[in-house]
């Protein structure tokens, strides 16, 4: 009775190692085409079936490799997917080894064409801090000297000399953010932010 369970055990264990037995190694390497670099973490999913219908999934290591197992003798699909590429998708034959190349999924959009025009809008609507200074409130509030117009009227505005020039900061932005305008004319000078004080008449 006891070598009668026990052939059945074995029987039963080499019935299970049937599978087990049906069943190769397959190596893959995954790789960009433009610069031959291994890619990582990229997911093969491959299955029985065309569809991939209940499949197994594999990550690709540092060397861009993963070794899976297939049915000996049986067809095997596959699809390789990473991010930043276009996916590719075959059949394993009776190789042992699988070296694939990705192309990068390079989004094209059409052409973009931006049309701007200068539209009047009030300065409380302005996207900027916008200060107006008139020559007729300037010349009423009696000063005798464009900085101090400019840094009495003007919040945030700062003027310092600096060698022969004078260096003009708004708000912390220096002059090459800042645009002064003279009845629609530009008046900002060279990089420094020096402003030529003769063309105000006070």
């Given at each position: 009775?006891k070598?009668?369970?026990n052939?059945?055990?074995?029987g039963?264990?080499?019935?299970?190692?049937?599978?087990?037995?049906?069943?190769r190694?397959?190596k893959?390497g995954?790789?960009d085409?433009?610069?031959?670099?291994?890619?990582?973490?990229?997911v093969i999913t491959y299955?029985?079936?065309e569809?991939?219908k209940s499949?197994?999934?594999v990550v690709?290591n540092?060397d861009?490799?993963?070794?899976?197992?297939v049915?000996?003798?049986?067809?095997?699909?596959?699809?390789v997917?990473?991010?930043?590429y276009n996916?590719?998708?075959?059949?394993?034959?009776?190789v042992?080894?699988l070296?694939?190349?990705?192309?990068?999924?390079?989004?094209?959009v059409?052409?973009v064409?931006?049309t701007?025009?200068?539209?009047?809008?009030?300065?409380?609507?302005?996207?900027?801090?916008t200060q107006?200074l008139g020559?007729?409130e300037l010349?009423d509030?009696?000063y005798?000297?464009?900085?101090k117009?400019?840094?009495?009227?003007?919040p945030g505005?700062?003027?310092?000399?600096?060698g022969?020039g004078?260096?003009i900061?708004?708000?912390?932005?220096?002059?090459?953010?800042v645009?002064?305008?003279?009845d629609?004319?530009r008046?900002?000078?060279?990089?420094?932010?020096?402003l030529?004080?003769?063309?105000f008449n006070?």
């Open positions: 009775m070598t009668i369970r052939v059945m055990l074995i039963l264990l080499l019935i299970l190692a049937l599978p087990v037995a049906a069943q190694k397959v893959f995954i790789f085409k433009a610069t031959e670099q291994p890619i990582i973490g990229a299955a029985d079936n569809k991939l499949p197994q999934r690709t540092m861009g490799e993963a070794t899976i197992s049915p000996q003798g049986g067809k095997c699909y596959y699809q997917v990473s991010v930043g996916p590719l998708r075959g059949t394993i034959g009776s042992s080894s070296k694939l190349f990705m192309t990068e999924d390079v989004m094209k059409n052409e064409v931006v701007g025009s200068r539209t009047a809008r009030p300065i409380k609507l302005s996207p900027v801090s107006v020559g007729k010349v509030a009696g005798a000297d464009l900085t117009a400019l840094q009495q009227e003007t505005m700062n003027i310092q000399k600096v022969f004078n260096e900061s708004m708000q912390g932005l220096d002059a090459r953010h645009l002064f305008l003279q629609g004319e008046l900002t000078g060279d990089m420094a932010g020096n030529d004080y003769e063309r006070l």
